[in-house]
């Protein structure tokens, strides 16, 4: 067990949010979850967002029970976009799909259907309301559309991420911490996503700590690309210390990249009753 709850909030341990696209089943998938597991470890993460999760029963892999399990964290999974796909050497049914670990527990979760069209596929919205030592904090996980201009993307994507903050406020009080991480494939000042956010006052997390501009995935032939990142609506229980872009390099015990998105790490704290994780129990799966 952690130490005692300390009631000066002062004396609490800033808490960690990582946010991260952890690439499917790609590349040298055995090699990159050993990278991610490493990297993950040593950030000491509280909470941890994925995307793209890599699920493929008939070959026993799983990315967020795997990350889950070596970290000592609850899961949550939401499964998705199933398909077949190629993983080291040989095509399995899979699905990439969403997964929030924590070492707090789950005191509830919900699956949004977000609008889609076949050229983009289904996307979802795991929302993950988390009980911090008997107080409430609101973490919504999403990855949006990636279709361009071309393929009515921005119109889909605006949609999406509407949708998407109208229900994370849905019920949920003006006081407790509401969160939204992911992969949302562009900037978060691409009008797309500017307006919706201006609704609520909703923030980008990173710049309210002197992150910006950020790049979280290198792109092909061209300047990097900032795409993955971390919202709230203001509150006073929660201040922010601090960001930075992580997992972003080469693992030196590994040789290879933990993902083609390098992932982004929030550090706040919250009002009230902290303890230390460091003695986390072992994770326990759960699956929507």
């Not at 939401?78 to 050497?89: D, I, L, Q, T």
Request: proline fraction near 8%; include cysteine; charged fraction near 15%.
């Amino acid at each position: 067990m952690g130490p005692p709850c300390s009631p000066d909030a002062s004396a609490g341990r800033p808490w960690r949010l990582v946010t991260l696209n952890t690439w499917k089943g790609d590349g040298p998938y055995a090699l990159r979850l050993q990278a991610m597991v490493h990297q993950l470890r040593a950030l000491q993460a509280d909470v941890v967002a994925l995307q793209e999760v890599f699920h493929a029963p008939q070959v026993g892999v799983h990315t967020g029970r795997t990350l889950a399990q070596a970290l000592g964290m609850h899961l949550v999974f939401a499964p998705a976009r199933r398909k077949r796909r190629w993983m080291s050497g040989q095509w399995v049914d899979s699905e990439s799909g969403l997964a929030v670990l924590s070492r707090w527990p789950v005191a509830q979760q919900r699956l949004w259907p977000l609008p889609s069209i076949g050229a983009d596929g289904e996307r979802l919205a795991l929302c993950c309301d988390l009980n911090v030592h008997g107080q409430p904090l609101r973490l919504v996980n999403t990855h949006l559309t990636h279709l361009g201009p071309c393929e009515r993307g921005p119109a889909l994507r605006q949609l999406q991420w509407q949708t998407l903050l109208t229900h994370a406020v849905d019920g949920w009080p003006a006081h407790a911490p509401l969160l939204v991480c992911g992969d949302l494939n562009v900037p978060l000042e691409d009008p797309s996503l500017r307006g919706p956010m201006g609704v609520e006052g909703w923030r980008d997390v990173a710049a309210s700590v002197g992150l910006h501009p950020k790049s979280t995935c290198p792109a092909s032939g061209a300047a990097s690309q900032d795409l993955d990142h971390v919202v709230d609506r203001p509150c006073p229980a929660l201040t922010w210390r601090a960001a930075r872009v992580v997992l972003d390099g080469i693992d030196a015990r590994v040789g290879v990249m933990p993902s083609d998105h390098a992932g982004v790490l929030v550090e706040g704290v919250l009002d009230g009753c902290h303890k230390s994780f460091s003695q986390a129990s072992n994770a326990c799966h759960t699956g929507l």
